[in-house]
């Protein structure tokens, strides 16, 4: 996956997530709903984030950015831990 496509991605992801909370301010969707997809959502985004980052940190350092694949979301979620 390329930056171009990562990039899509992130911005797919936000198109839903504004649509999603468009829904649940039509009362389409419960807010329940709505929670259970924005963690999907802002999961989804982290690891693209992540990915994107550790691809221009490979580019950086002279390294092939191809080489890089997108963490599990436990892994992305936990850096901190």
Do not use: F
Not at 47 to 63: I, K, S, V
Request: charged share 40%.
């Amino acid at each position: 996956m390329d930056d171009k496509t990562v990039l899509g991605r992130i911005h797919e992801l936000v198109d839903e997530e504004h649509k999603l909370r468009q829904q649940v301010g039509r009362g389409e969707i419960s807010t329940d709903d709505e929670h259970a997809r924005l963690r999907e959502l802002e999961e989804g985004l982290d690891q693209c984030w992540d990915l994107l980052r550790r691809r221009r940190a490979a580019r950086e350092a002279g390294n092939d950015p191809n080489a890089e694949q997108a963490h599990s979301v436990s892994e992305v979620e936990n850096y901190y831990q």
